[in-house]
């Protein structure tokens, strides 16, 4: 769903740019909840393959939420791996960046202690066939 994902970010982004004080507001409140690195990625990739207008401050702003260089190479290239994937591909680099952006969003939300047992449980059931979903 990443590219779909990121229409709807644009699109919201595309709607309320002109509201008075949006920047400033999406700003203090993702850094009140503790989302200023989940708002730089949503920025940059909505910028980058849709050509969002956001204000030149904005992005100046959220490059200070921009994690290590590595971590953002890595990010940058798996993103882009399944963003400019088209439905013919089928490739294990696909297949490892889905992964990876899966396993991604599970460890924001779980702590590794959970996380573990929940992944190795999803992979024997989608192993044995009964993984639904």
């Known amino acids: 769903r990443g590219l779909r994902d990121l229409v709807d970010i644009d699109d919201l ?3 309320f740019r002109r509201a008075k004080n949006f920047w400033r507001e999406l700003i203090s409140r ?3 909840l503790d989302l200023s690195r989940p708002l730089y990625y949503a920025l940059r990739y909505s910028n980058l393959y849709l050509q969002t207008p956001i204000p030149q401050e904005m ?7 921009q ?17 400019t994937a088209g439905p ?4 294990l680099a696909l297949k ?13 939300r779980m702590p590794p ?3 573990i047992p929940h992944l190795l449980r999803k992979a024997l059931t989608k192993r044995r066939g009964r993984d639904v979903g």
């Open 30 to 32: 993702a850094e009140e």
């Open 96 to 108: 490892l960046s889905r992964h990876l952006l899966y396993v991604r969003a599970h460890w924001l």
């Open 59 to 65: 992005l100046k702003r959220s490059q200070s939420w």
């Open 113 to 115: 202690y959970l996380l």
């Open 88 to 91: 013919w591909r089928k490739d």
């Open 13 to 15: 982004l595309r709607h």
């Open 67 to 83: 994690p290590a260089w590595l971590a953002s190479f890595l990010m940058d290239a798996i993103v882009d791996n399944v963003i």
